[in-house]
């Protein structure tokens, strides 16, 4: 019967051509996860991805809409696909301004808010109907991604429950919607049967995670899980994989995590947006004010775990924000000695209530006090990065140049923050966790040798 079953098959027609599909995605990792989902689904329908405007039936833009600067790349982006390609399907946070969208670009063929994943897959079939081919999978278990196959973003909730003053989320992406956690579980438990070795939880608020589900439990793997930062932080540590977590509010709850860093079960890393340090400036952006008690915690968690390496971003330049403002912001910078800051010059975004308070600040004074922060910043990260010299570490590798291998410790995150540079050595692969001597730094990056 073999060879008749051959014959079958040699006599059937070739398949057409899949349609392909580009995707460009602007924006957070939450817009970035919000892209996987769509071109998972849309793989899974026999649909092929195309890495250029010509290779493409239909062109996806998941636009970030969250800053005027933020709009403004998202507009220039539709007008390059629009140009190159001609087919374009517009979606994500500016989506949901519709007609500021089409009063540019008139001829996108469909405009669709953030995570309105159904809604952008229905118009790709309208414009590129799906092949058909029973006889493929054409996906993974764990979907697709667009990071490197060794790390990925893990979204626990949308949208978000403050009201920062400067602020649109809300209002593009909604209140707060918690995953069950049992969901979120068997999707980190997918990831780490693929092989990835990095999980990075993210959402807009970390800490917040299960607040709208009050705390409800699910069943994985036959034991509950509740919806809690915490509980959750303690089931992923079982999976064997680096966990780091994002976008922490520093609500006194996240105090319990720090067990779990110093025990090594998961990353010693916090990423907690403080944006400022002057009660004033705190209180108009409607953010926690309590600088002075901040920094004790930051010193007992230190305490508690040495190895935690602290990330935060801020942001100068707000209305009403004066000299002395910004020298509580220096001092309070100096105190707190952290690892990695980035800041941002204060832009009005449409929308926010901070456009109505009075006093905004001039543009060059922006521009001074953005680099006074970013200077103490760099003095600080070039002394502590001095004393990580001689020091063995665990070093994770994301990829290999002409040079040799680029990889970070468990105190950097992708994208953010700074490498280690592995001069001279190509024995390794991405994703490889290695043992590694540092042998030198600068202000923001090391430079190591693989331990044999």
Known sequence: MFPHYLDAMLDQKPHPAPPRIGIISLGCPKALVDSERIITKLRAEGYDLASSYDGADVVIVNTCGFLDSAKAESLDVIGEAMQENGRVIVTGCMGGDENAIRAIHPNVLSVSGPHQYEAVVNAVHEASPPPHDPFIDLVPEAGLHLTPRHYAYLKISEGCHNRCSFCIIPQLRGDLVSRAANDVMYEAERLARAGVKELLVISQDTSAYG???????STWNGKPVAARMLDLCENLATLDMWIRL??????????????????????????????????????????????????????????????????????VGFPGETDDDVELLLDWLDAAQLDRVGCFK???????????????????????????????????????????????????????????????????????DGSVFLDGDFDVEPGDIVQVTITESDDFDLWAKRIS
Request: proline share 7%; charged share 30%; with cysteine.
């Open 211 to 217: 607040l709208d589900l009050k705390y409800a439990e």
């Open 346 to 416: 204060y832009e009005a975004v449409a929308g926010a209530p901070a456009n109505e308070l009075a006093n905004p600040v001039d543009e060059d004074e922006k521009t001074d006090r953005w680099e006074r922060v970013m200077e103490l910043q760099r003095e600080i990260s070039e002394r502590k990065l001095a004393t990580k010299v001689g020091q063995t570490m665990d070093v994770i590798i994301d990829e290999l140049d002409s040079e040799g291998a680029l990889g970070r410790t468990r105190g950097d995150a992708p994208d953010v």
């Open 246 to 315: 994002h976008y922490v509010y520093p609500y006194p709850h996240v105090d319990g995590v720090i067990p779990l860093m110093a025990e090594g079960k998961i990353l010693p890393y916090l990423d907690i947006p403080f944006q400022h340090a002057s009660p004033d400036i705190l209180k108009a952006m409607k953010r926690p004010a309590h600088g002075e008690k901040t920094l004790d915690r930051i010193n007992q968690w230190r305490s508690d775990c040495p190895d935690l390496t602290l990330r935060s971003t801020f942001i």
